[in-house]
């Protein structure tokens, strides 16, 4: 679960390392995968776009902690916590590539399109 204060990785190429949350949007406690999150940078990877203290919206796609899946009555569990990076819109990706497996729960959700970028749907 995600909640206020987080550390998370972004999965993408938009040249930022780390973001943290500050919070969830339309929940109370905390996220879960499908789930958008507010959030301010920490970390780059290089100086090429200043990205530092700025705000972004985000899309968990890897959770730490093991998501049930009701349909095969299994667990799913990632081995880090996750985020895309959106726009202001809130419907397009920052980045253009991104460096994770999907879970089947985006494929079900709004975000088909992140479906075809990916490699791999798990």
């Known amino acids: 679960m995600i909640r206020r204060g987080t550390q998370i990785k972004v999965l993408d190429n938009s040249s930022i390392s780390s973001v943290k949350c500050l919070t969830v949007i339309r929940r109370l406690s905390a996220g879960c ?9 920490k970390r780059e990877f ?21 998501v049930f899946r009701p349909a095969g009555a299994y667990y799913v569990r990632f081995p880090q916590n996750g985020v895309l990076l959106l726009k202001e819109d809130q419907e397009s990706l920052v980045g253009t590539r991104f460096y994770a497996r999907v879970p089947l729960e985006i494929r079900a959700s709004r975000y088909n399109e992140i479906c075809q970028y990916s490699r791999k749907t798990f």
Do not use: Q
């Open 33 to 41: 995968l499908t789930d958008i999150i507010l959030s301010v940078v």
């Open 46 to 66: 290089f100086r090429k776009r200043t990205y530092r203290k700025r705000f972004f919206f985000a899309l968990i796609i890897n959770l730490k902690r093991p």
